[in-house]
């Protein structure tokens, strides 16, 4: 099916191994391919010959923007796709890409961009991130793409007041796919770091700049509210939110002037990154005691957070919603989070906690110390608070508890603080 008036820009070097697939999945939807090579010295080009396919060419300079707007310039259609050799869209996704160039009612459009972890892209990929990218945009309009690295099309179209909406199209990016992120990942770094040397400061550098740093020191946050201040639009969003993520983690009250709710509206304005925004309304909610609020935010953090952020906060996601259930009383919701979070986390000193308080408060005296005993050494790992809730649990359950070697509740209590004190 071809789609009328769209062009699919593309740059690309030595990308051999993804080419024949792009080329497959393209061509059948477009009558204008820029192939945009910027050095190539596998067999890159011999693939395209072999397609019959124009190739140009442009002399790599250490920029993606440069040879992105290059590639701009030699299209010749009503609309743009920038799509690069290791990304796919399905069929189905390409009918919905016709009915909506069609309705010409936007200047440019977000699309959801899959980052799989795994070349099977077809039927249930396995996924390593999902992320938001504009990549849909008309041409003739003077838009450009800005930054050396992680080039920017937003701040040109905002510039002049381009409508911007999001849609459903999914790209399936298969670059990160077997092992191949790190080599990515320090590809963008040197670059970051090689124009940021040279003295670029502008905010979506430093916003990438600020992601290499993303620690416990002021680099990060200093270099986000800087981007923050001098920004606008999408940049701004993305900024707000990445700062959001850096106060959860760091700073509960905020950073600076920007407060968590203040930094979750302007976050909002784009929609990016919502599961931090529903994360950091889970624990506003948690804090008034709103249970049930609480427990619809955390389950909609739960469900919409991507890795990374997941990583970082599925601990806490977890524990708070067994913790929740359990305080509403509800004790086989709170075993199904620990359960999850005793499979998706770990057996750890929190789960080992939480799974003893509910086998106390459904009375199975014997299974709450027998969690205990399983493994001893998650005790040194306790802070004085947790160490506290184990003994208070140990002195209540007192002689009711003997174990088939004769040892009792409160005999063991007595052994875990000499274990404790060692």
């Given amino acids: ?107 440019a459009s977000f699309v959801n961009i899959i980052n799989t972890a795994d070349l099977n892209w077809r039927e249930n990929p396995a996924i390593f991130s999902r992320q938001q990218g504009l990549r849909l945009f008309r041409n003739f309009k003077g838009y450009f793409y800005q930054n050396p690295i992680h080039e920017n099309l937003a701040p040109s179209i905002e510039s002049k007041q381009g409508k911007i909406i999001s849609t459903d199209l999914v790209i399936w990016h298969l670059g990160y796919a077997d092992g191949l992120s790190e080599k990515k990942l320090q590809r963008n770094r040197e670059l970051i770091l090689k124009h940021w ?9 430093m916003f990438y700049k600020a992601m290499l740093h993303f620690d416990k020191s002021e680099a990060a946050p200093e270099m986000l509210f800087l981007c923050i ?86 601990k806490e996601i977890l524990d708070s919603l067994g913790t929740i259930e359990a ?30 308080r509910l086998l106390v408060a459904k009375q199975d005296f014997l299974g709450a110390i027998g969690e205990l005993r399983q493994d001893p050494s998650q005790i040194r790992l306790m802070p004085g608070s947790a160490r506290a809730s184990i003994r208070q649990l140990l002195l209540a359950l007192g002689n009711t508890v003997c174990f088939t070697d004769g040892v009792t509740a409160s005999q063991l209590e007595v052994q875990w603080l000499e274990f404790w004190d060692s």
């Fill in 1 to 107: 099916m071809k789609i009328p008036n769209l062009s699919v820009c593309t740059i690309f070097r030595d990308e051999a191994q993804y080419l024949r697939e792009f080329l497959d999945c393209v061509l059948p939807f477009t009558d204008d391919l820029v192939l945009v090579d910027t050095g190539s010295v596998d067999s890159s080009l011999r693939i395209i010959q072999s397609y019959g396919v124009h190739c140009h060419h442009f002399a790599w300079v250490d920029d993606f923007s440069l040879a992105r707007n290059y590639s701009l310039s030699l299209a010749k259609g009503d609309w743009i796709l920038q799509l690069d050799c290791d990304e796919r869209i399905r069929s189905e996704d390409l009918f919905n890409l016709g009915r909506l160039l069609s309705t010409n009612s936007f200047d």
């Fill in 327 to 356: 305080l509403l009383n509800n004790l086989d919701g709170a075993f199904f989070w620990f359960e999850r979070y005793k499979r998706e986390v770990g057996r750890d000193w929190i789960f080992v906690l939480n799974r003893m």
């Fill in 197 to 205: 040397d040279l003295g670029v400061r502008t905010p979506t550098l």
């Fill in 229 to 314: 201040e001098n920004s606008s639009g999408s940049l701004k969003a993305r900024a707000a939110a990445r700062l959001l993520c850096w106060c959860l983690i760091y700073s509960n009250s905020g950073y600076k002037k920007f407060t968590r709710s203040l930094l979750q509206d302007l976050a909002l304005e784009h929609e990016p990154d919502q599961g931090l925004v529903c994360l950091s309304r889970a624990r506003d909610f948690f804090d008034q005691k709103n249970l049930s609020k609480a427990r619809e935010m955390y389950l909609m953090a739960e469900d919409r957070m991507e890795n990374p952020d997941r990583k970082l906060f599925l």
